[in-house]
């Protein structure tokens, strides 16, 4: 888990690791395969960062839209964070006894479901690549972020910071790999670029700076909740 550094910073940025920045340790034999792993600037893994890995001079691929679903769980969102292809369409029932107020002010996707129970009128469909957060107007602890992404290799760093991609296109590809964090000044950072020949893996180390969560933006009423442990 990663640990969050104080607010109040006012910009965050990346470094390589090694020569140029960027930390190339390897090129085995796997095939086509990128492994990736965010560290923050304490040195301890960053997980649930989106990593997204583009082909560079190559025709762009269009990742396949699908859907999915974020849950309201205790009176939390379920899961906190998710990583979608654009085009997507995100439901999200209410599984609690209570109603919930679903929304974004995110420039990616800003959008609102008032007061619900059950299953919410409509998915939302997020057509823009982009960090969208959203959150609940009632609960104001409740905090989500979705990743949508415009590329067809893309994934969440797990509890050691670490993301891989297996099955990049075989050829003398050049890749660029990139962080996504809502933690991120920009939220987005390059964090490498790979060359990737036939029968290559490589291995990417990104150390990334990231501010504290947002401070809730709303004050939620007091006789209208009760605080999740
Ligand atoms: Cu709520």
Redesign the pocket.
């Known amino acids: 888990m990663a640990r969050w550094r104080g607010s109040g910073s006012a910009r965050a940025s990346w470094q390589l690791m090694t020569g140029l920045g960027l930390s190339l340790a390897g090129v085995t034999v796997l095939a086509g395969e990128v492994r990736v792993q965010v560290l923050d600037a304490d040195g301890e893994p960053v997980e649930k960062a989106a990593v997204v890995v583009r082909a560079i001079d190559a025709l762009p691929e269009r990742p396949a839209a699908g859907q999915a679903v974020i849950d ?1 769980v205790d ?1 939390e969102f379920v899961p906190s964070a998710i990583a979608v292809p654009v085009n997507t369409r995100i439901l999200f029932p209410n599984n ?1 006894d ?5 929304y974004s002010f995110s420039e990616a996707k800003s959008f609102e479901l008032s007061l619900y129970e059950g299953e919410p009128p409509r998915p939302i469909e997020f057509p823009n690549p982009g960090i969208v957060t959203i959150g ?4 104001d602890w ?1 905090r989500a972020h979705i990743y949508v992404v415009d590329s067809p290799w893309y994934g969440l760093t797990d509890g050691n910071g670490a993301w891989r991609v297996s099955a990049l296109p075989a050829g003398d590809y050049q890749y660029r790999v990139e962080v996504w964090h809502h933690g991120l000044a920009e939220e987005r950072q390059t964090v490498g670029q790979v060359d990737l020949e036939r029968g290559a893996a490589a291995e990417v180390q990104a150390v990334v700076e990231i501010e504290a969560a947002p401070v809730p933006r709303r004050t939620p009423r007091p006789d209208r ?1 009760r605080r999740y442990p």
């Open positions: 309201q009176q609690d209570i109603r919930h107020h679903v609940c107007n009632i609960h409740m909740y």
